[in-house]
Nanobody, 125 residues
Framework: QVQLVESGGGLVQAGGSLRLSCAAS????????MGWFRQAPGKEREFVGT????????VYGDSVKGRFTISTDNAKSEVYLQMNSLKPEDTGVYYC??????????????????WGRGTQVTVSS
């Protein structure tokens, strides 16, 4: 029933900014957590960050801390990933994910049940 659709990916120069969106539908997201992950070619899926939908509490991976920000627009049922000071190593397919909030952080892919199809982000040097 839950469906997630990412958008906003593209090509950007190093040092630039990009905002990704994740449109969520089919669920009541008050008690959900949302996650952002990325996957570079030949590498495992990496934790980017997570947000508790209702409270707005966030946790970020060390590699993006201070550069990326996750936020939500509850009226639109959308989750955003604002990416600043982009580096070539940020290149990859970015996915949003969702699952019920259980009072703990979810930082691993298997901890999320619902996934979008991903959007490509390429940062040129």
């Amino acid at each position: 029933q839950v469906q997630l659709v990412e958008s906003g990916g593209g090509l950007v120069q190093a040092g630039g900014s990009l905002r990704l969106s994740c449109a969520a539908s089919g669920g009541t997201f008050t008690n959900y957590v949302m996650g952002w992950f990325r996957q570079a070619p030949g590498k495992e899926r990496e934790f980017v960050g997570t947000i508790q939908w209702s409270y707005g509490s966030t946790v970020y991976g060390d590699s993006v801390k201070g550069r990326f920000t996750i936020s939500t627009d509850n009226a639109k049922s959308e989750v955003y990933l604002q990416m600043n000071s982009l580096k070539p190593e940020d290149t990859g397919v970015y996915y949003c994910a969702a699952d019920l909030y259980t009072g703990r952080w979810r930082k691993l892919p298997y901890e999320y049940h619902y996934w979008g199809r991903g959007t490509q982000v390429t940062v040129s040097s």
